[in-house]
């Protein structure tokens, strides 16, 4: 079975390589900031993921995106086959609520890929900042909304990854036993 294609996007340094990283168990964890360039993809696995009341694995294809605006040239092979959008911000200002709504038009709106498989992070790995836990717009109304930081909360990142996970899981093995009964009715109806 294909792995999960899960892209990372979110406006410049707002934490997009940290999360990827933790949510992969890559041992680089950037201390000094040092910008993606285009994309960078982690392939690992996610075991125990509850699909249907089943627990099954899940290969995962973490695409951590650059939020340089310079790499948009990439977005059409970025975007291309995509299950999930993860959408990183770590401060809200007018700039970011726009970086995040042209990424989610482009990424989700465009594809038809739909609000249930995306989930927004805020990361505050400082704890600077309690107001940044919403961004307050109607494009992100249905959008799963998630607080998060590696350092003191990665177990709650790791169980809101794999939950998100685990919904679009779902709806792809839903959306498949659908397709599958209805092409046997219309098999049964055409042998009549």
Not at 89 to 118: A, H, P
Not at 159 to 188: G, R
Request: aromatic share 10%.
């Amino acid at each position: 079975m294909q792995p999960l294609k899960i892209i990372v996007v979110g406006p410049a340094r707002s934490g997009k390589t940290t999360i990827s990283n933790f949510l992969a168990d890559a041992t680089e964890i950037p201390y000094e900031y040092y910008p993606t360039q285009g994309v960078r993809i982690l392939e690992f696995e996610v075991q125990n993921i509850n699909v249907n009341n089943k627990s099954i694995t899940k290969d995962i294809e973490l695409w951590d995106c650059s939020g340089n605006q310079k790499f948009e040239n990439c977005w059409p092979a970025i975007r291309k086959n995509v299950h999930g959008v993860i959408f990183v911000y770590s401060e809200q200002s007018n700039e970011c609520l726009k970086q995040m709504q042209e990424l989610y038009d482009y990424f989700v709106n465009q594809t038809k890929l739909g609000s249930d498989k995306c989930v927004i992070f805020c990361y505050d790995p400082e704890k600077k900042n309690p107001e940044i836990s919403k961004i307050i717009s109607s494009t992100f109304v249905k959008v799963s909304h998630v607080k998060c930081n590696v350092d003191s909360g990665g177990n709650k990142l790791k169980a809101d990854f794999a939950s998100f996970i685990s919904t679009i899981v779902t709806k792809m093995y839903n959306y498949a036993d659908e397709e599958m009964k209805s092409m046997l009715n219309e098999n049964i109806l055409f042998t009549k």
